[in-house]
Protein backbone atom coordinates (compact mmCIF):
# COMPACT_ATOMS: atom_id res chain seq x y z
CA UNK A 1 0.00 0.00 0.00
CA UNK A 2 1.47 3.16 -0.58
CA UNK A 3 0.69 6.56 1.00
CA UNK A 4 2.13 10.24 1.36
CA UNK A 5 4.55 11.57 2.96
CA UNK A 6 5.77 14.23 5.79
CA UNK A 7 8.97 14.76 6.65
CA UNK A 8 9.14 16.91 10.03
CA UNK A 9 11.98 19.01 11.68
CA UNK A 10 13.20 20.14 8.56
CA UNK A 11 15.42 22.62 9.30
CA UNK A 12 18.69 22.94 7.14
CA UNK A 13 18.87 23.07 3.58
CA UNK A 14 20.62 19.37 3.54
CA UNK A 15 17.72 17.83 4.76
CA UNK A 16 15.28 19.81 2.86
CA UNK A 17 17.08 18.32 -0.72
CA UNK A 18 17.25 15.49 0.90
CA UNK A 19 13.26 14.93 1.51
CA UNK A 20 12.03 16.47 -1.71
CA UNK A 21 14.73 14.58 -3.74
CA UNK A 22 13.61 11.28 -2.40
CA UNK A 23 9.75 12.34 -3.37
CA UNK A 24 8.34 14.25 0.10
CA UNK A 25 4.89 15.09 -0.33
CA UNK A 26 5.15 17.57 2.81
CA UNK A 27 8.03 19.62 4.67
CA UNK A 28 7.81 20.45 8.47
CA UNK A 29 9.13 23.37 10.37
CA UNK A 30 8.83 22.95 14.01
CA UNK A 31 8.02 26.85 15.36
CA UNK A 32 8.72 25.28 19.03
CA UNK A 33 11.86 26.53 20.58
CA UNK A 34 12.52 23.47 23.38
CA UNK A 35 12.57 21.23 20.22
CA UNK A 36 15.94 20.25 19.18
CA UNK A 37 14.38 20.69 15.64
CA UNK A 38 13.26 24.09 16.03
CA UNK A 39 13.90 26.71 13.38
CA UNK A 40 13.89 30.32 13.56
CA UNK A 41 11.71 32.48 10.78
CA UNK A 42 14.42 33.46 9.19
CA UNK A 43 15.63 29.89 8.68
CA UNK A 44 12.17 29.07 6.97
CA UNK A 45 12.07 31.85 5.02
CA UNK A 46 15.15 30.70 3.25
CA UNK A 47 14.58 27.56 2.67
CA UNK A 48 11.32 27.82 1.95
CA UNK A 49 12.20 29.68 -1.41
CA UNK A 50 13.78 26.38 -2.44
CA UNK A 51 10.60 24.26 -2.23
CA UNK A 52 8.15 24.00 -4.97
CA UNK A 53 4.08 24.72 -4.33
CA UNK A 54 3.70 20.54 -5.46
CA UNK A 55 5.41 19.92 -1.81
CA UNK A 56 3.03 21.34 1.17
CA UNK A 57 5.14 23.61 3.86
CA UNK A 58 3.56 22.77 7.60
CA UNK A 59 4.43 24.98 10.31
CA UNK A 60 4.23 22.71 13.69
CA UNK A 61 3.39 24.40 16.81
CA UNK A 62 2.44 24.00 20.70
CA UNK A 63 -0.89 26.13 22.07
CA UNK A 64 0.83 29.18 19.49
CA UNK A 65 -0.64 33.24 20.02
CA UNK A 66 -1.77 34.40 16.25
CA UNK A 67 0.64 36.91 16.05
CA UNK A 68 3.49 33.88 16.25
CA UNK A 69 1.12 32.08 13.48
CA UNK A 70 1.11 34.71 11.76
CA UNK A 71 4.82 35.73 11.44
CA UNK A 72 5.60 32.08 10.97
CA UNK A 73 3.08 31.79 8.21
CA UNK A 74 4.67 34.76 6.37
CA UNK A 75 8.28 33.98 7.02
CA UNK A 76 7.53 30.12 5.97
CA UNK A 77 4.44 30.19 3.42
CA UNK A 78 2.63 27.60 4.97
CA UNK A 79 -0.12 25.65 3.26
CA UNK A 80 -1.18 24.29 6.76
CA UNK A 81 -0.84 24.78 10.60
CA UNK A 82 -0.01 21.49 12.60
CA UNK A 83 -1.22 22.21 16.07
CA UNK A 84 0.84 19.76 18.57
CA UNK A 85 -0.99 21.12 22.16
CA UNK A 86 -3.63 21.07 23.86
CA UNK A 87 -5.44 23.41 21.18
CA UNK A 88 -9.47 23.04 21.90
CA UNK A 89 -11.65 22.31 18.58
CA UNK A 90 -12.87 26.05 19.04
CA UNK A 91 -9.31 26.91 18.75
CA UNK A 92 -8.93 24.97 15.55
CA UNK A 93 -12.08 26.18 13.88
CA UNK A 94 -11.05 29.97 15.06
CA UNK A 95 -7.45 29.21 13.25
CA UNK A 96 -8.53 28.57 10.50
CA UNK A 97 -10.79 30.77 10.05
CA UNK A 98 -8.54 33.69 10.97
CA UNK A 99 -5.63 32.45 8.60
CA UNK A 100 -7.75 30.79 5.86
CA UNK A 101 -4.99 27.56 5.93
CA UNK A 102 -5.90 24.46 6.46
CA UNK A 103 -5.30 22.96 9.81
CA UNK A 104 -4.00 19.29 11.22
CA UNK A 105 -4.71 18.53 14.98
CA UNK A 106 -2.21 16.36 16.61
CA UNK A 107 -4.12 13.63 18.86
CA UNK A 108 -2.18 11.51 21.76
CA UNK A 109 -3.77 8.04 21.49
CA UNK A 110 -2.64 5.38 23.39
CA UNK A 111 -5.93 3.66 23.77
CA UNK A 112 -9.07 3.00 21.37
CA UNK A 113 -11.10 5.04 23.70
CA UNK A 114 -8.22 8.37 23.08
CA UNK A 115 -9.26 8.29 19.34
CA UNK A 116 -12.94 7.78 19.55
CA UNK A 117 -12.84 10.97 21.93
CA UNK A 118 -10.62 12.83 19.88
CA UNK A 119 -12.55 11.93 16.38
CA UNK A 120 -15.97 12.92 17.87
CA UNK A 121 -14.32 16.32 18.78
CA UNK A 122 -11.88 17.28 16.18
CA UNK A 123 -13.20 14.80 12.98
CA UNK A 124 -14.20 17.44 10.27
CA UNK A 125 -13.29 19.91 12.51
CA UNK A 126 -9.77 19.85 11.33
CA UNK A 127 -8.43 19.22 7.68
CA UNK A 128 -6.77 17.00 8.97
CA UNK A 129 -6.10 14.35 12.29
CA UNK A 130 -2.36 13.70 13.01
CA UNK A 131 -2.22 10.47 15.11
CA UNK A 132 0.51 10.22 17.40
CA UNK A 133 1.38 8.57 20.29
CA UNK A 134 1.22 9.99 23.87
CA UNK A 135 4.52 11.44 25.00
CA UNK A 136 6.94 9.48 27.76
CA UNK A 137 6.16 11.26 31.23
CA UNK A 138 9.96 12.51 31.19
CA UNK A 139 9.83 14.16 28.01
CA UNK A 140 9.24 18.16 27.69
CA UNK A 141 7.98 17.89 24.13
CA UNK A 142 4.00 16.92 22.99
CA UNK A 143 5.68 14.90 19.97
CA UNK A 144 8.99 13.96 18.13
CA UNK A 145 9.52 11.24 21.07
CA UNK A 146 10.20 8.22 18.90
CA UNK A 147 7.54 6.83 20.56
CA UNK A 148 4.78 4.39 19.13
CA UNK A 149 1.76 3.35 19.50
CA UNK A 150 -0.70 -0.11 18.97
CA UNK A 151 -1.33 0.81 15.07
CA UNK A 152 -4.31 -1.91 15.30
CA UNK A 153 -6.36 0.52 16.97
CA UNK A 154 -6.95 2.23 13.66
CA UNK A 155 -7.74 -0.70 11.46
CA UNK A 156 -10.81 -0.35 9.08
CA UNK A 157 -11.48 3.10 10.92
CA UNK A 158 -12.10 5.70 8.20
CA UNK A 159 -12.46 9.29 8.71
CA UNK A 160 -14.07 12.66 7.72
CA UNK A 161 -10.94 14.64 7.93
CA UNK A 162 -8.11 13.51 6.20
CA UNK A 163 -5.07 12.09 8.72
CA UNK A 164 -1.44 11.09 9.42
CA UNK A 165 -0.25 8.18 11.30
CA UNK A 166 2.73 9.60 13.24
CA UNK A 167 4.81 8.51 16.73
CA UNK A 168 8.60 6.54 16.15
CA UNK A 169 7.93 5.52 12.63
CA UNK A 170 11.21 4.58 10.82
CA UNK A 171 12.43 2.96 7.36
CA UNK A 172 11.97 -0.70 8.86
CA UNK A 173 8.78 -0.50 10.80
CA UNK A 174 6.57 2.18 8.02
CA UNK A 175 5.22 -0.56 5.69
CA UNK A 176 4.16 -2.53 8.36
CA UNK A 177 2.31 0.72 10.18
CA UNK A 178 1.04 1.55 6.97
CA UNK A 179 -0.72 -1.82 6.10
CA UNK A 180 -1.84 -2.40 9.65
CA UNK A 181 -3.32 1.21 9.92
CA UNK A 182 -4.30 2.06 6.42
CA UNK A 183 -3.00 5.34 7.10
CA UNK A 184 -3.53 7.76 3.65
CA UNK A 185 -0.05 9.83 5.44
CA UNK A 186 2.48 8.66 7.91
CA UNK A 187 4.56 11.82 9.37
CA UNK A 188 8.04 11.55 10.76
CA UNK A 189 10.61 12.95 12.92
CA UNK A 190 13.34 10.89 15.30
CA UNK A 191 13.31 8.19 12.98
CA UNK A 192 15.35 9.83 10.01
CA UNK A 193 17.37 11.32 12.44
CA UNK A 194 21.71 10.26 12.60
CA UNK A 195 21.29 12.60 16.08
CA UNK A 196 18.82 14.71 17.54
CA UNK A 197 17.89 16.97 15.17
CA UNK A 198 19.82 16.84 12.43
CA UNK A 199 18.52 14.46 9.31
CA UNK A 200 19.88 12.01 7.86
CA UNK A 201 19.92 11.52 3.55
CA UNK A 202 19.57 7.74 3.34
CA UNK A 203 17.33 7.47 6.47
CA UNK A 204 14.74 10.01 4.77
CA UNK A 205 14.84 7.85 1.15
CA UNK A 206 14.58 4.44 2.72
CA UNK A 207 11.99 5.66 4.72
CA UNK A 208 9.93 7.50 1.83
CA UNK A 209 10.38 4.62 -0.29
CA UNK A 210 9.38 2.11 2.29
CA UNK A 211 5.83 4.21 2.62
CA UNK A 212 4.84 4.31 -0.84
CA UNK A 213 6.10 0.58 -1.84
CA UNK A 214 8.80 1.11 -4.49
O1 LIG B 1 9.58 16.99 16.33
C1 LIG B 1 9.47 17.67 17.35
O2 LIG B 1 10.47 18.10 17.93
C2 LIG B 1 8.12 17.97 17.91
C3 LIG B 1 8.03 18.86 18.96
C4 LIG B 1 6.80 19.16 19.52
C5 LIG B 1 5.66 18.56 19.04
C6 LIG B 1 5.73 17.63 17.99
C7 LIG B 1 6.95 17.33 17.42
N1 LIG B 1 7.06 16.43 16.36
C8 LIG B 1 5.98 15.67 15.81
O3 LIG B 1 5.78 14.51 16.58
C9 LIG B 1 5.34 13.44 15.76
C10 LIG B 1 6.14 12.18 16.01
O4 LIG B 1 7.50 12.37 15.81
P1 LIG B 1 8.58 11.14 15.83
O5 LIG B 1 8.65 10.63 14.41
O6 LIG B 1 8.10 10.11 16.79
O7 LIG B 1 9.84 11.79 16.23
C11 LIG B 1 5.40 13.94 14.33
O8 LIG B 1 4.09 14.32 13.97
C12 LIG B 1 6.23 15.19 14.41
O9 LIG B 1 5.71 16.13 13.48
Known amino acids: MSCLVKICGINSEDAAIAAMS ?8 VFFPPSPRHIS ?5 TLTERVPDSILKVGLFVEAGDAALENAIRAGHLDVLQLHGKESPERVAEVKEKFGLRVMKAISISTAADIDSAASKYDGVAD ?34 NWMLAGGLDPDNVAD ?15 VEKTKGVKDARKIADFIHAAKGY
Open 22 to 29: AGADALGY
Open 41 to 45: LNGAA
Open 128 to 161: FLLFDAKPPKNSNLPGGNAVSFDWTLLTGRSFTS
Open 177 to 191: AVRISGAPWVDVSSG
